[in-house]
């Protein structure tokens, strides 16, 4: 089956930097890959997701990248600020499956 | 649109009580999909069911947990005779029927404690 690795397991960054969050997956039949943020005692809230015939995906400030060759793909997040802090997953699915998440990233955005 | 509605938000239970927790999917979503998250962890999967069918259970443990999606009403998680170690936040997510559009919706999920 699926399974889906992520690093760092924590990022501390000042206002203003750039974080990169990144992600392997086992499956080449993964074909659908999510991003999700969860703040302290909410739901994971979908933030950007892509897909395989795409290699890139922007949303103002949030980048994905996907390199299937090498299998994994990356969360991009430019110009922080402390409300970008939060807990980070990575997700990949074939669709209408489960989705298999990464273990998580902690970013810490200081001012 | 209400999004995935997951109820109740905190649930108190003793040891050995049964726990119910129920999940309403977003409107035209028939694809329901539950996740365990202990504190300070990730999203474990559990189950996924569509309406009156089970796709998929293995993330479910063998004993004590069951899960169901009637063709009426929520799809409902149920643990009987809970446990400290069931102690967790679950979540629910949902997606839509059209294949080619996945967007896995999760709500705001419940919040297990076990005394």
């Known amino acids: 089956g699926e399974n889906v690795e992520q690093h760092p397991s924590t990022l501390s960054v000042q206002e203003g930097d750039s974080a990169v969050i990144k992600c392997t997956y086992s499956?080449?039949?993964?074909?659908?890959f999510p991003w999700y943020k969860q703040e302290l005692g909410k739901g994971p809230q979908l933030i950007i997701d892509?897909?395989?015939?795409?290699g890139e995906k922007k949303d103002q400030r949030i980048a994905v990248t996907l390199n299937k060759t090498a299998k994994h793909f990356s969360l991009h997040i430019t110009e922080t600020q402390p409300e970008d802090s939060a807990v980070y997953f990575c997700?990949?699915?074939?669709?209408?499956?489960?989705?298999?998440f990464g273990t998580g990233t902690r970013l810490l955005v200081s001012p | 649109n209400a999004g995935v509605m997951q109820n109740p938000r905190h649930l108190v239970r003793r040891r050995g009580q049964e726990a119910r927790l129920r999940c309403s999917p977003m409107?035209?979503?028939?694809?329901v999909y539950w996740y365990r998250q202990l504190p300070e962890e990730g999203l474990k999967f559990m189950v996924y069911?569509?309406?009156?069918?089970?796709?998929?259970e293995s993330g479910m443990p063998k004993e004590r947990f069951s899960a169901e999606f009637p063709k009426e009403g929520p799809s409902i998680l149920r643990i009987q005779q809970v446990v400290r170690g069931d102690s967790a936040a679950y979540f629910c997510?949902?997606?839509?029927?059209?294949?080619?559009?996945?967007?896995?919706?999760f709500g705001s999920g419940t919040r297990l404690t076990v005394v």
């Open positions: 069911l569509q309406k009156e069918n089970i796709i998929d």
């Open positions: 409107k035209g979503h028939s694809h």
């Open positions: 997510a949902s997606s839509p029927d059209v294949f080619s559009n996945y967007g896995y919706t």
């Open positions: 892509i897909r395989s015939n795409v």
């Open positions: 499956d080449s039949a993964s074909n659908y």
């Open positions: 997700a990949a699915t074939t669709g209408f499956q489960k989705l298999v």
